[in-house]
């Protein structure tokens, strides 16, 4: 079993910047991949980003290549999505979640648990 709690979301202008977190507690924090996905209203959940277990693989679509950055700390047992440069397309619902199998996926189906997401509004 593993607790997910997400935070840094807020309202923000394009072009400026956020820091979401992803905190978790239960099972060994070290041993799985961690994965950000995104949901618009009226829209399908998306893929952004994942990590692996130990940070040195990470994954991103292409709408975020070079304005966000995904890191760990397995110590702390968090991981930061970084967000800059953001766009009113970033509008979202962000939502982290851990895949105990792969090391990384972009497949929602694939993660095991979620958490409960945080908004991100992006004003033009």
């Known amino acids: 079993q593993v607790q997910l709690v997400e935070s840094g979301g807020g309202l923000v202008q394009a072009g400026g910047s956020l820091r979401l977190s992803c905190a978790a507690s239960g099972r060994t924090f070290s041993s799985y991949t961690v994965g950000w996905f995104r949901q618009a209203p009226g829209k399908e959940r998306e893929f952004v980003a994942a990590i692996n277990w130990s940070g040195g693989q990470t994954r991103y679509v292409d709408s975020v290549k070079g304005r966000f950055t995904l890191s760990r700390d397995n110590f702390k047992n968090t991981v930061n999505l970084q967000m800059n440069s953001l766009k009113p397309e970033d509008t979202a619902v962000y939502t982290c979640?851990?895949?105990?199998?792969?090391?990384?996926?972009?497949?929602?189906?694939?993660?095991?648990?979620w958490g409960q997401g945080t908004q991100v509004t992006v004003s033009s």
């Open positions: 979640a851990v895949d105990f199998h792969r090391a990384w996926s972009n497949r929602g189906y694939d993660y095991d648990y």
